[in-house]
């Protein structure tokens, strides 16, 4: 398992409450021995989870003869290549087709994936490639939901093996995220703007907005009161603080206006979230 670098892995667990996964198709196929295709850039991911049979991927520069109960992911936006070899019996395999973004930004160009990897529990892959085959002959919202569920579970066992990657735009985008996250964070129990923010990290406010929703999905003063609701929540469950002064160390003068923010955020009165507890 990798270890990714501190400020990226923060970065992008902080945008993966905007993470929008979509299914396009699943299937059990039995590839023929001219299954066959070279040099091309699908605009989709790809997961295989061979079940039998030998075959050849290509994936960036990297090439592939994956194994029975092996898992390959193949990015989108990268060139590859898959065949069959001649004289031997082609795969037998459970694919899907599927796009994951994380705001504007495909999930995988986050993360340095190792192409074909061994699982742990071959038998639940099988069940969630199943899963995925009977929910999209589903019209019901409730197969959308398991759908969404059984792909996500999948990405899980990718993402054990993966890292966050430390190189190009990414870098910068996740040291860029993460100063920002850790200015925040360090004031969650005082006045914000959004021209402190911005300067932090040599944006125009304007600017820092757009850059925030594409990331994020919501506006910098709307991640900042999320996270101030995060530590609230922390705090009404760890600590015997009153809800007057859980709501001084999340930046409310106020505590009626804490806990209308509060309600709006999490469902409840923070008296009821504790009550819970």
Same mark, same amino acid.
């Given at each position: 398992?990798?270890?990714?670098?501190?400020?990226?892995?923060?970065?992008?667990?902080?945008?993966?409450?905007?993470? +929008?996964?979509?299914?396009?198709?699943?299937?059990?196929?039995?590839?023929?021995?001219?299954?066959?295709?070279?040099?091309?850039?699908?605009?989709?991911?790809?997961?295989?989870?061979?079940?039998?049979?030998?075959?050849?991927?290509? /994936? $960036?520069?990297?090439?592939?003869?994956?194994?029975?109960?092996?898992?390959?992911?193949?990015?989108?936006?990268?060139?590859?290549?898959?065949?069959?070899?001649?004289?031997? @019996? @082609?795969?037998?395999?459970?694919?899907?087709?599927?796009?994951?973004?994380?705001?504007?930004?495909?999930?995988? +160009?986050?993360?340095?994936?190792?192409?074909?990897?061994?699982?742990?529990?071959?038998?639940?892959?099988?069940? #969630?490639?199943?899963?995925?085959?009977?929910? +999209?002959?589903? &019209?019901?919202?409730?197969?959308?939901?398991?759908?969404?569920?059984?792909?996500?579970?999948? #990405?899980?066992?990718?993402?054990?093996?993966?890292?966050?990657?430390?190189? $190009?735009? +990414?870098?910068?985008?996740?040291? &860029?995220?993460?100063? /920002?996250?850790?200015?925040?964070?360090?004031?969650?129990? $005082?006045?914000?703007?959004?021209?402190? /923010?911005?300067?932090?990290?040599?944006?125009?406010?304007?600017? #820092?907005? !757009?850059?925030?929703?594409?990331?994020?999905?919501?506006?910098? #003063?709307?991640?900042?009161?999320?996270?101030?609701?995060?530590?609230? !929540?922390?705090?009404?469950?760890?600590?015997?603080?009153?809800?007057?002064?859980?709501?001084? &160390?999340?930046?409310?003068?106020?505590?009626?206006?804490?806990?209308?923010?509060?309600?709006?955020?999490?469902?409840?009165? @923070?008296?009821?979230?504790?009550?819970?507890?």
């Amino acid at each position: 398992m990798h270890t990714p670098k501190p400020d990226a892995l923060k970065a992008l667990h902080d945008m993966l409450p905007n993470l +929008q996964i979509d299914l396009i198709e699943a299937h059990l196929t039995q590839c023929r021995p001219d299954w066959r295709e070279l040099d091309y850039v699908p605009a989709y991911s790809k997961l295989y989870f061979i079940c039998e049979g030998e075959g050849w991927l290509k /994936i $960036g520069d990297r090439e592939h003869r994956p194994k029975p109960g092996q898992l390959c992911l193949m990015p989108a936006h990268i060139r590859q290549s898959f065949s069959a070899i001649d004289g031997l @019996p @082609p795969f037998r395999k459970y694919w899907c087709h599927f796009t994951a973004d994380v705001g504007s930004t495909g999930l995988f +160009q986050w993360l340095e994936t190792p192409g074909c990897l061994d699982v742990a529990e071959p038998e639940r892959v099988t069940e #969630l490639f199943e899963a995925l085959i009977a929910c +999209q002959r589903e &019209r019901s919202l409730s197969a959308r939901l398991r759908e969404k569920a059984a792909l996500l579970e999948l #990405l899980a066992v990718v993402a054990e093996r993966a890292a966050v990657r430390a190189g $190009g735009r +990414q870098a910068e985008d996740a040291e &860029r995220l993460s100063r /920002i996250a850790a200015y925040i964070e360090e004031r969650l129990h $005082g006045p914000v703007t959004l021209e402190e /923010i911005a300067k932090q990290v040599h944006l125009h406010p304007n600017y #820092l907005i !757009r850059y925030f929703k594409k990331h994020f999905g919501m506006t910098p #003063l709307r991640y900042l009161n999320r996270k101030r609701m995060e530590k609230a !929540r922390f705090l009404l469950r760890a600590t015997p603080f009153s809800i007057k002064e859980i709501a001084a &160390r999340t930046g409310f003068d106020d505590a009626n206006h804490f806990a209308k923010a509060f309600r709006r955020e999490s469902g409840s009165s @923070p008296s009821a979230f504790r009550a819970k507890m």
